[in-house]
């Protein structure tokens, strides 16, 4: 079974930034998308960023012009610049293909003062 390894979080300043990697611990074929999704206490996940298998991106309206998700091969990265409280969440990696849809086991992210 290939897990979805995830790193980067912590604790940052508002204004700061964080980078997000997450690597497949084994070979995924025929990618749909990669992507990340954020979950905040009491609020239901959702999408922040994806990238398609054809290098389409798509992100939140919240994180536009602040985030950037790129991919190589079975790793998916988001950079998160300038970064607010409101995006204080625990951040969960995401790889669909046409069989699966493999979940990271989430990375907290807060940012506070």
């Not at 930034?17 to 497949?24: E, G, I, N, Q, W």
């Not at 905040?40 to 012009?65: H, M």
């Not at 950079?79 to 951040?91: F, H, I």
Request: aromatic share 10%; glycine share 12%.
């Amino acid at each position: 079974q290939v897990q979805l390894v995830e790193s980067g979080g912590g604790l940052v300043q508002p204004g700061g930034s964080l980078r997000l990697s997450c690597t497949a611990s084994g070979t995924i074929f025929s990618v749909r998308s990669m992507g990340w999704y954020r979950q905040a206490p009491g609020k239901q996940r959702e999408l922040v960023a994806d990238i398609t298998g054809g290098g389409s991106t798509n992100y939140a309206d919240s994180v536009k012009g602040r985030f950037t998700i790129s991919n190589a091969k079975n790793t998916v990265v988001l950079q998160m610049n300038s970064l607010k409280p409101e995006d204080t969440a625990v951040y969960y990696c995401n790889i669909q293909n046409a069989y699966y849809n493999y979940w990271g086991q989430g990375t907290q992210v807060t940012v506070s003062s």
